[in-house]
């Protein structure tokens, strides 16, 4: 594995900006869901850590799911935009507060499938959280409630998100000179 | 959902106890892999918060995946049982170094299985570590490689761990006072 300082291009959100922003989040989802339980789901692999971090700032009663999810066909969610389940939640939503919480979105595809197929379970509310929000890469139209930080359209790495399968346990989120970078 | 304050018998362990000894594992693991690429594979759901900690701490080069299980039928798993897997991996673990993240290992019966299956994918190297470990439950051999701290044989909850799915976001490991718990309907 080649040391990420040899390919960063620079640091977008360091460590105390994202554990504030994510405090902060947890602190508004708490006021916004008062006096209700939650079900966060997250989005294996890369939702981990954010959600590990979310909930420990949230003060409302909640449990929490995990969902899996891979595309039909080949590359990262081409094709159709449908999304197979590999793992499916263990808790039935229906008539529940839901929150799904994801690292990143961008075309927004894959979330709004999630979003469209969990609501045919009839949850009593459904939103989405994401960490990053590249909204010039969007190309379906997805209503995310709560967002970290808008972020250029850059191939990021760190807090649980992945270059091939590295680096997700770095501290910051930094984009990558892939030029530099050697898989 | 009752405030945890209702149902705490005792704080077993602090979140900087916790926090110091994920250090500590971390930086033995990264000595013990030195110059090698790891696999950490967390056992969904209790060991996320767990993995999530130590994984900051593990310098080496290192990747994560996922596995879900439940056991057949109704009731606790027996020894010697199977265990169903819900979630396989995602990774082909042949000829890789392996290191099983869990956040208890009580009974053992699990894990023994998850080990004996995995083990029949030939990997370099497969070892264990937990976080707790109630030794006193032990029904199946496991052996452990890392473990973080030895508990008795009391009900906890926290940093990860859940009753009945709730309070898995404390920063702390707690045991349940059982007499003052009112499981949800």
Redesign the interface.
Known sequence: ?QDYREFIDEILVDEKTIGNRVAELGAQISHDYAGQ?LLVV?L??GG??F???L??H?TI??????M?LSSYGIGHYASSGNVRV??DLM?NIEGLNVLLVEDIVDSGRTLAHVLQMLRTREPRSLHACVLLDKKYRREVPVEVTYVGFDIPDKYVFGYGI?ID??Y??L?FIASADLKKYKK | ?QDYQDILSEILIDEQTLQTRIRELGEEINRDYQGK?LLLICI??GG??F???L??H?TV??????M?VSSYGAGVRQTGGSVRL??DLK?DIRNKDVLLVEDIVDSGNTIAYVLEFLHTRQPRSLKVCTLLDKEERREASVPINYRGFNIPNKFVFGYGL?LD??Y??L?FIAVVDLSKYHPPA
């Open positions: 594995m339980e997250c294996l692999r981990l850590t959600s590990a971090d909930t420990r949230l009663p909640h449990t929490l799911d995990c899996s590999n793992l808790t992945d399968e590295y997700r346990h501290s | 959902m690429d969904l759901r996320i918060v993995m999530v900690d994984m900051r593990i080069p290192h990747q994560i995946d996922f879900a819900s979630l990774t859940d799915e709730y898995r976001n920063p």
